[in-house]
């Protein structure tokens, strides 16, 4: 069966189905942290993108790879298994859930640096506003970081240096994910691979939950439930995202895409019962700002 995408009229639909996976977004770090509480980090994350590979299957069928453009297939998908893969790890890694909630901010600077990527490859024309404001989305994440009461360069570096692996790893899928959307626009020619980057990413999970030596798998019920609902959410939101990415307007897209920071926290802080301080949820303002001026800087003038 061959998947093709969803059908739609035009850009303008497109544009909206691509939409809705920035709301499904904002589901993703709580409910990955509290699946992973409940799994393990590892065993966690295989089980949530083995059911949403089964979800994507069904609902778009098995792509037949080799009618797949091979940069698409091969280079997106690598970053896409190489971005869920450090993702999942990241938020599994974290100390604690507030922890969690600052790996969840840094993975947000994937839409400024999507922007920044498509001027640099000339997918995308850009003004000189487009460096300042990539500057106030690090400044977001620096603030983020800072913890509670004033700033200190010292304190924010002790926050990272405290678990350095899951930071490098939020930060490394912030760029990831980043180049996936380019790629994708650049090489998909309208193909849809979805289900078969998330079989691959669970394949790759479940090797090294096997290597790992986490202890074996339970299920209780609530935790199943979180697997099912987090897997139907990542299924619909990667497909929609893909089908927005190649057949809808970009920039549009990435704007939206901005809001996610403050969604997902926001989500992220009900679910997870973590009341973080005015300073997370004004870097995640900064964040969103930040990356609403990156969109600002591509527009293309009226004439």
């Known amino acids: 069966m061959k998947a093709t995408g969803i059908k739609t009229g035009g850009a303008g639909g497109a544009t909206l189905i691509g939409m809705t996976a920035v709301v499904m977004w904002g589901a993703t770090v709580g409910l990955l942290r509290s699946i992973a509480e409940i799994f393990g980090t590892v065993g966690g994350a295989a089980l949530v993108f083995s059911a949403s590979a089964v979800f994507a299957t069904l609902a778009l069928g098995v792509p037949r790879w080799r009618d797949m453009p091979r940069a698409y297939l091969w280079g997106g998908g690598a970053l896409f298994v190489a971005y869920e893969v450090c993702l999942a790890l990241s938020l599994g890694f ?3 859930r507030g922890q969690a909630m ?3 901010m840094i993975n947000y600077l994937w839409p400024s640096l999507t922007i920044v990527l ?3 490859a000339r997918q995308q024309r850009g003004t000189w506003l487009l460096w300042p404001a990539l500057a106030l989305c690090l400044a977001g994440i620096v603030w983020v970081l800072k913890g509670q009461g004033d700033f200190s360069v010292a304190r924010m570096w002790g926050n990272v240096l ?7 790893l939020a930060l490394l899928a912030a760029f990831l994910w980043a180049a996936y959307s380019n790629v994708t626009r650049r090489f998909g020619k309208g193909r849809n691979a979805v ?3 998330l079989l691959a990413t669970a394949a ?4 090294q939950y096997a ?3 986490e202890p074996a798998l339970v299920f209780p019920l609530g935790g199943v439930g979180q697997v099912l609902l987090l897997g139907a959410l990542t299924a619909s939101a990667y497909s929609c995202w893909n089908h927005g990415m190649q057949h809808g307007h970009f920039t549009l897209l990435a704007t939206g895409s901005y ?3 403050v969604l997902s926290a926001l989500i992220a802080s009900l679910w997870l019962g973590v009341r973080p301080g005015a300073g997370f949820f004004a870097g995640a303002a900064m964040v969103t700002m930040g990356s609403l001026v990156c969109w600002w800087a591509t527009r293309t003038p009226k004439t």
Do not use: I, K, R
């Open 94 to 96: 974290a100390h604690d």
């Open 118 to 120: 498509a001027v640099l």
């Open 195 to 197: 289900p078969l980057f």
């Open 204 to 207: 790759l999970l479940w090797a």
């Open 162 to 168: 405290s678990n350095p692996v899951a930071y490098f």
């Open 102 to 104: 600052e790996l969840g």
């Open 259 to 261: 809001f996610t920071p």
């Open 211 to 213: 290597a790992s030596g």
